[in-house]
């Protein structure tokens, strides 16, 4: 049996949840959004290490990012977000791997304090 040191699939141990966001206009005219749970995927998790704090609109935001690694799919997109740990981070970025069997997720997370 042949063994291959690159592998990571022992690594994808955590489970994703991938939602996606449909758009509707309501009676109203105002535009409303809803989130449905798209996939269940495993993936390995990241921390980049880059957490910030920012002022936005006279609040102190926190961001944080994460790095997801998981099987490649053609379904996954900027436009969706994921669940991890009961947080929801929004795909900033994905990239797929030189040997086509990984997507990198980049995700971001902000949490407000007054």
């Known amino acids: 049996m042949k063994f291959n040191k690159k592998e990571e699939i022992g690594k994808l141990r955590e489970r994703?949840?991938?939602q996606s966001v449909t758009r509707t206009i309501g009676a109203t005219g105002y535009g409303a959004?809803?989130?449905s749970n798209y996939a269940e995927v495993w993936g390995?998790?990241?921390y980049k290490g880059t957490n910030r704090e920012e002022v936005e609109g006279g609040k102190i935001t926190a961001l944080s990012q994460i790095k997801v690694i998981c099987r490649?799919?053609?379904?996954?997109?900027?436009?969706?977000?994921?669940i991890w740990m009961n947080k929801y981070y929004q795909i900033e970025n994905v990239q797929i791997s030189?040997?086509?069997?990984?997507?990198h997720l980049?995700?971001?997370?902000a949490q407000n304090y007054v």
Do not use: G, H, P
Request: a negative charge; hydrophobic letters at 35%.
């Open 33 to 35: 959004e809803a989130w």
């Open 44 to 46: 390995y998790v990241d």
């Open 98 to 103: 030189k040997d086509n069997l990984y997507l």
């Open 16 to 18: 994703i949840i991938v």
């Open 106 to 109: 980049f995700c971001s997370y």
């Open 72 to 82: 490649y799919r053609t379904d996954i997109n900027e436009q969706q977000r994921i």
